[in-house]
């Protein structure tokens, strides 16, 4: 009768343990969940649109609104929306490199130029390639399609060369423009805050320029610019998910002075 009386006390202290073991379990498994659900939480206010910078444009001020694409916006574009929705003008990216073309431009600028949007291109530089190389890649890119504004050469550390210096860079830059200019086009340059500080200003101060900036433009005093990109997430109707928006620097009548002086 003794040994029994040991056994039953064991199994109920067993018992006993093994509760405690679940409900510590229970309690780990769920702090482990409110953790990876306050995580998510976290990552969503990060990344949404409420952490996003946000650009208030004076439509009054600045009446003349754009977009840039690439193929990276898809292949179903409807450009009839697009110009409904107010937008006047649309830059499409044509090449990238010495060799690299935008799958999507022709059909873009085709459609684009149909529903009566003012079209430009441009071309993604390469830090440490030739710009003469890249000047030819993109004429050939835009050969056959008539274009509106200026061809851009779009200039930015992004996905680029850490390692070329910036007096290379602005050696390859000026290149590819003196070639562009040579065959008898327009040209401007697109860069940030940063690459107006380290190429814009020192070595083409007299290149028109579209600025990419996170503000509005009435607070951009020192940068000299034509347009300005204000925002990477912009809806546009017409176009699946996110783009880049874009505001001439000036009125409509300043917006045809500055047209008709390329043409």
Known sequence: MARGRRRRHRSTRSRRRRKRSGRLLN?????????LVMLAAALHWLWSDTRRPHVEIDPARYPVTG???????GDDIDYDKVRASGITFVYIKASEGTRGRDKNFLTNARKARQAGLVTGAYHYFRK?????????NFLQAVSHTRLDLPLVVDVEDWLNDPKVSNHATATGVRAML?????????VMLYTNREGYKKWVKPYF?????????FN???????????????????????????????VFNGSHAEWQRWLEAGS
């Open 27 to 35: 309690c780990l498994v769920a702090t482990g969940l409110a953790a």
């Open 67 to 73: 977009i840039d694409i690439s193929q990276h916006n």
């Open 128 to 136: 440490g390639a030739d710009g003469r190389l890249q000047a030819r």
């Open 178 to 186: 003196d070639y562009l200019l040579m065959h008898g086009r327009r």
């Open 205 to 213: 101060a007299s290149i028109d320029l579209w600025l990419c900036a």
């Open 216 to 246: 509005p433009p009435q607070d951009l005093k020192q940068e000299r610019h034509v347009m300005q990109q204000y925002s990477h997430w912009g809806t546009v109707d017409g176009i699946d998910g996110d783009v880049d928006l874009d």
